[in-house]
Nanobody
Framework: EVQLVESGGGLVQAGGSLRLSCAASGFTFDDYVIGWFRQAPGKEREGVACLSSSHEIVNYANSVKGRFTFSSDNAKNTVYLQMNSLKPEDAAVYYC????????????????WGQGTQVTVSS
């Protein structure tokens, strides 16, 4: 059974940093792509950072480029999202998701989802 468990969310002041973690189990890490998504109240879920099917490229949303960094620890089956210079508009529930084959950082392309972790950014 594929399971994804996010952690690391919380309250941070604008300009601050957080690191989100996503622990994955139930599948071979190298055979799946994993992405980070977020959903703010009243808005659609959007892609933030997604690993390509080649596992060589990370596609970032324009709004987070230069501030967020996707990384992974294959030995721990865990991916991370380092978020720096946070802005109030980054506040959302952040999800990690996995799929066997997707090169689109779109929530419609991903099959397996974690429960999400809340990120709140105060101004």
């Amino acid at each position: 059974e594929v399971q994804l468990v996010e952690s690391g969310g919380g309250l941070v002041q604008a300009g601050g940093s957080l690191r989100l973690s996503c622990a994955a189990s139930g599948f071979t890490f190298d055979d799946y792509v994993i992405g980070w998504f977020r959903q703010a109240p009243g808005k659609e879920r959007e892609g933030v950072a997604c690993l390509s099917s080649s596992h060589e490229i990370v596609n970032y949303a324009n709004s987070v480029k230069g501030r967020f960094t996707f990384s992974s620890d294959n030995a721990k089956n865990t991916v991370y999202l380092q978020m720096n210079s946070l802005k109030p508009e980054d506040a959302a529930v952040y999800y990690c998701a996995a799929d066997q084959s997707s090169d689109l950082c779109s929530p419609y392309e991903y099959t397996y989802w974690g429960q999400g972790t809340q990120v709140t950014v105060s101004s």
